[in-house]
């Protein structure tokens, strides 16, 4: 099977995500600056949200130029990625609206663990699709940095219910680590 469909597929999920996510941003009813402050919170989890959603989108983009071929089992991983995306536009509201609470924090890292662990699922599908001595294969080598992420994601959570702030910065530490540019996939298929 070739893998235009998928890829065009899954532009269009992310991409009605973060439209979702924008949409659930309020304008505030005041007229002067002070009345944008409420909506600090939610502006802040849609930014951090936004942020993970394109990265998703970019290592997601660069996984498929290294895959020749998709099948069925790959199209279910694919899904259920896209199943955790499709809920970042509700816990990223949830969380917003409530002013990072606990739970809606914790929820909220479920969330990224679990699309964190389909990607994960993902690659590793893929991987035994194409074999261990395929472009694939040698680009992602380890996969130190999606089993760090997921390691990260745990921890956060848990650390979000003795301070969800701790959690955030969690969060936030994973999306940092992946905005380094990941040349895995580039380097790989660059050799003859």
Do not use: C
């Not at 498929?64 to 279910?76: D, Y």
């Not at 909220?108 to 389909?118: H, K, P």
């Amino acid at each position: 099977m070739h893998k235009g469909r998928l890829e065009a597929f899954s532009d269009g999920v992310i991409a009605i995500i973060i439209t979702i996510m924008v949409l659930e941003m309020k304008v505030p009813h005041g007229t002067d600056l002070g009345s944008l402050a409420d909506t600090l919170p939610v502006f802040l989890s849609y930014v951090l949200s936004f942020v993970n959603v394109g990265l998703y989108w970019n290592n997601h983009h660069h996984l498929f130029q290294a895959v020749k071929q998709v099948n069925g089992a790959v199209l279910w991983a694919n899904l259920h990625l896209l199943f955790w995306l499709s809920l970042f536009p509700f816990t990223t509201g949830w969380m917003g609206e409530n002013h990072v609470a606990t739970w809606p924090v914790a929820v909220y890292g479920m969330v990224l663990f679990m699309a964190g662990f389909a990607y994960f699922m993902l690659v590793r599908v893929l991987l035994a699709q194409h074999g261990a001595d395929s472009a694939l294969a040698r680009a992602i080598q380890s996969g130190f940095k999606e089993r760090l992420s997921i390691v990260i994601y745990l921890a956060a959570i848990g650390l979000s219910f003795l301070n969800p702030w701790l959690g955030i910065a969690g969060y936030v530490s994973v999306a940092v680590m992946w905005l380094v540019p990941d040349r895995r996939i580039e380097r790989s298929l660059d050799r003859p």
